[in-house]
């Protein structure tokens, strides 16, 4: 037991330190970038374009549920689309909330309440989050092109190739998988029975699922690459949709750093490089993504009010799972 309680507060002073170096990165550039300049950029806001910027996020937000559904036919399993898109508001409201976006995983408890086992939830909504991955990997590439020389992106294309085939092969072997049970699942890998098999069908079987995820990835990017051009239309500032696109996809793929809560600090600095290449002042970027911080924690403290009864659920699950091990209680 005591065991347990030092876990729960190493985590939770983890999260804590997270949060507060996210804070005083992004608290060190709005006073290098300044106050004032930033507070200035407010001036030439134009409101009207606020409400096509709410609506575009939404539909972003939103273009999750879709995505599930996908990989779900499959699996032969039917999740109707309105708790679809409640589970996709929650997870989305929780990533904005936690590091690395984890909160997104999310998605694993609720679709275990709709009767499918819990491996194969896991490993949906990893195939899923890989898919997001390789949409953001590939995109990036192509700022690297823009940006950097042609040997930095083929260092990186090496980097990631080498990293996708030690997973794969690592996942493929049978002491691989043996070595997670032991020191990842420990006690609770019985509860994932499945992963590795729904996993692989995924990979060879189910591809045309794969393939729609991955076109729907796109689609849901390209709206939220839209609600940030007409953000940065309301303050005045047009910028080619196509490089918004690409810096949007690099600033996302850091946010996944998992230092900060939701990549704070770490995507406004990002954001900042990126768009003072196309020659953004720094002011007009921050109040933009400060602009748009702002609106993700209102909708995820909106999202996490209206579905409250659900997060208590999921964190007791939770709890429960760690102090009682022996019980398949998810």
């Given at each position: 037991?005591?065991?347990?309680?030092?876990?729960?507060?190493?985590?939770?002073?983890?999260?804590?330190?997270?949060?507060?170096?996210?804070?005083?990165?992004?608290?060190?550039?709005?006073l290098?970038?300044?106050?004032?300049?930033?507070?200035?950029?407010?001036?030439?806001?134009?409101?009207?374009?606020?409400?096509?910027?709410?609506?575009?996020?939404?539909?972003?937000?939103?273009?999750?549920?879709?995505?599930?559904?996908?990989?779900?036919?499959?699996?032969?399993?039917?999740v109707?689309?309105?708790?679809?898109?409640?589970?996709?508001?929650?997870?989305?409201?929780?990533?904005?909330?936690?590091p690395?976006?984890?909160?997104?995983?999310?998605?694993?408890?609720?679709?275990?309440?709709?009767?499918?086992?819990?491996?194969?939830?896991?490993?949906?909504?990893?195939?899923?989050?890989?898919?997001?991955?390789?949409?953001?990997?590939?995109?990036?590439?192509?700022?690297?092109?823009?940006?950097?020389?042609?040997?930095?992106?083929?260092?990186?294309?090496?980097?990631?190739?080498?990293?996708?085939?030690?997973i794969?092969?690592?996942l493929?072997?049978?002491?691989?998988?043996?070595?997670?049970?032991k020191?990842?699942?420990?006690?609770?890998?019985?509860?994932?029975?499945?992963?590795?098999?729904?996993?692989?069908?995924?990979?060879?079987?189910?591809?045309?699922?794969v393939?729609?995820?991955?076109?729907?990835?796109?689609l849901?990017?390209?709206?939220?690459?839209?609600?940030?051009?007409?953000l940065?239309?309301?303050?005045?500032?047009?910028?080619?949709?196509?490089?918004i696109?690409?810096?949007?996809?690099?600033?996302?793929?850091?946010?996944?750093?998992?230092?900060?809560?939701?990549?704070?600090?770490?995507?406004?600095?990002a954001?900042?490089?990126?768009?003072?290449?196309?020659?953004?002042?720094?002011?007009?970027?921050?109040?933009v993504?400060?602009?748009?911080?702002?609106?993700?924690?209102?909708?995820?403290?909106?999202?996490?009010?209206?579905?409250?009864?659900?997060?208590k659920?999921?964190?007791?699950?939770?709890?429960?799972?760690?102090?009682?091990?022996?019980?398949?209680?998810l």
């Open positions: 037991m005591e065991g347990l309680l030092c876990s729960c507060m190493q985590k939770r002073l983890t999260a804590l330190l997270r949060a507060l170096f996210g804070a005083s990165i992004l608290l060190l550039l709005i290098h970038v300044g106050v004032k300049n930033i507070l200035s950029s407010f001036d030439g806001l134009k409101p009207i374009y606020l409400p096509i910027v709410l609506l575009l996020y939404l539909v972003s937000y939103s273009m999750g549920m879709f995505n599930i559904a996908v990989l779900l036919i499959p699996l032969r399993k039917h109707p689309l309105r708790r679809l898109f409640k589970y996709s508001l929650l997870g989305s409201g929780m990533g904005a909330l936690l690395g976006r984890v909160g997104e995983l999310s998605i694993v408890y609720f679709l275990k309440k709709e009767g499918i086992p819990l491996g194969k939830a896991s490993a949906l909504v990893l195939v899923d989050r890989m898919v997001t991955f390789v949409f953001l990997i590939s995109v990036s590439f192509l700022s690297f092109l823009i940006y950097f020389s042609p040997e930095v992106l083929y260092i990186l294309l090496s980097v990631v190739a080498f990293s996708a085939l030690f794969y092969v690592f493929a072997w049978g002491k691989g998988r043996s070595l997670i049970k020191r990842i699942l420990k006690r609770h890998h019985y509860l994932f029975r499945g992963f590795f098999r729904t996993f692989k069908n995924f990979i060879r079987y189910y591809r045309n699922a393939y729609f995820n991955f076109f729907l990835t796109v849901k990017w390209l709206f939220y690459a839209s609600a940030m051009f007409a940065f239309m309301s303050f005045s500032v047009r910028l080619n949709f196509f490089y696109f690409i810096i949007e996809t690099v600033v996302s793929l850091l946010s996944l750093i998992p230092v900060s809560i939701s990549g704070m600090g770490i995507k406004e600095s954001a900042v490089f990126f768009y003072s290449l196309l020659g953004v002042l720094p002011s007009v970027t921050l109040a993504y400060l602009v748009l911080q702002f609106s993700s924690l209102v909708l995820a403290a909106l999202f996490s009010a209206l579905f409250w009864k659900d997060i659920n999921l964190a007791s699950s939770v709890r429960r799972a760690v102090s009682l091990p022996r019980k398949r209680i």
